[in-house]
């Protein structure tokens, strides 16, 4: 809990009134000399691409996973061109989770990635046995310097013709 505190000091109760004034008359000052000259221009929309793809053969736009069943688990990577830049920071997530014991899931793909020199991210992904059959979703998203989110997904189909 926040409380204020209550204490005053009184031998210093004139000077800080003062000191508030100061720094108010001076904010006002530099508003007035600092506004009217050349204001910062801030673009409405980034013009960043923000795709997401792999290297996985598609069939009907959805990617096919080989499950491997010599792994415990099957490992693949997806790839995001974003041409924002680097170090941006991209966030992951997937319609599905793997239920490891009864307490803890764990998420198929990692959670964040970060942009290369060129704007480009990649992410790896997993899946268990348990996936076979299924068709996952990962999503990737961006929030630019404007708070604007661009969000992009792919479907993976887990297949295993052995």
């Not at 099957?74 to 009864?102: A, R």
């Not at 998420?107 to 970060?114: M, T």
Request: hydrophobic residues 30%.
């Amino acid at each position: 809990m926040v409380t204020r505190n209550k204490t005053k000091n009184h031998e210093n109760e004139g000077h800080s009134n003062k000191g508030v004034k100061m720094k108010r008359l001076f904010f006002l000052i530099w508003l007035l000399i600092g506004g009217c000259s050349n204001p910062i221009i801030y673009e409405d929309d980034c013009e960043c691409k923000f795709e997401i793809s792999s290297t996985l053969p598609s069939v009907g736009g959805i990617y096919q996973l080989e499950f491997n069943d010599n792994l415990q688990q099957t490992y693949s990577v997806l790839d995001i061109e974003t041409e924002c830049g680097q170090s941006q920071h991209i966030t992951w997530e997937s319609d599905y989770m793997y239920q490891i014991n009864p307490y803890d899931l764990i998420s198929l793909v990692n959670p964040s990635s970060r942009t290369d020199e060129d704007g480009n991210a990649h992410i790896v992904f997993a899946v268990w046995s348990e996936f076979i059959d299924k068709t996952i979703t990962i999503y990737g998203s961006y929030t630019d310097d404007h708070g604007h989110e661009k969000t992009d997904s792919v479907k993976v189909h887990v297949v295993d013709n052995e």
